[in-house]
């Protein structure tokens, strides 16, 4: 089987099965209730960058890396990543949600962290390919996917302070469930004051671990303060309203418009986000990719003028924010329950990504 290629049309990655898959039984067990981010599945890609030039691309068994203490990913933190999520179709089969938007996200994030941008070709050739070897992981239940992590990290061995010249790009994927805890359907958001995650100028709008390890103190405040999510506010004037730890936000008025913050280099350009824009203007609201003050946040909140607000992202989907607290006190939004703009979008967004409604965007890509 070594070397059967996985899609014959564009011939492009090879296939090395596991020899060890998760016997049938096992796999029924892990898919039940998988969590987010727990359970993953038999096959790995993995493409190499060296000399210039990618070279041998593979989907593999799942196996650890062995990396030299010195690898540069290991102190600098040069790595990027993407989320994207692949679906069950009512018929069976499998279909991905928007993986050019990804591919081309994934280059961009690589040429601001002096990466080289993997063509996107190779990305989507890698993301199709591992979602044929571990088609069966995809869980059948309602909120169930398969989420894929492509990946690339710095590898090498020094210490000097310089890109590095070999990387490794690879994909893995997790049967995933919601990602909040079921039982809880409206989340609720610390205000963080004392944190901030990105800065003009800076890699906000790459997907960079840095990002996400630099919010990890602030979510952690966030649970302590008994809520679910941390949401910041931009680094100069501390006061707009910029994006959660790993989700971009959404504010729905009385008069039926939303809005979001605009994309203005700290807020990353969310494959989900730009999605629910399109669908909202094909309803008919009015989006407006506008700053919001949290000072206007919760004045809006307590004369009713904000009825809704929700977070959205590949993992995320669409979930309601009911409740949002900071140092000055705290303000709920609606009846702290889902609304019928939030419940909508959610609607029309997953019955597409799942098939069940049809596409006119030509958004997904069936996997056969
Ligand atoms: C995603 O939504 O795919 C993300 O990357 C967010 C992460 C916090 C799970």
Redesign the pocket.
Known sequence: MIGEVLDPEHAAIAFEPSSKPVPVEERARLLADPG??RVFTDHMAMIEYEDGRWSDARITARHPFTMDPASPVLHYAQEI?????AYRRPNGGAALFRPEANARRFAKSAIRMAMPPLPEEMFLESVRGLVRADRDWIPDSKEGSL?L?PFMIANGSFLGMRPSTEFIYAVIASSVGS?FKSGSPVISLWVTRDYVRAAPGGTGEA?CGGN?AGSLIAQAEAVREGCDQVVFLDAVERRWVEEL???NIFFVFDDGSLRTPPLDGTILH?V?RDSLIRLARDMGLEVREELYSIDQWRADAQSGRLTEAFAC????VVTPIGRVKGRDGEFSIGGESSGPVTQRLRTALVDIQRGTAPDPYGWTEPID
């Open positions: 987010f981010g990543f993407e989320g994207m999520k989420y992590r990602y997907k996400y730890g790993g989700m969310g989900t992202g590949t993992a995320a």
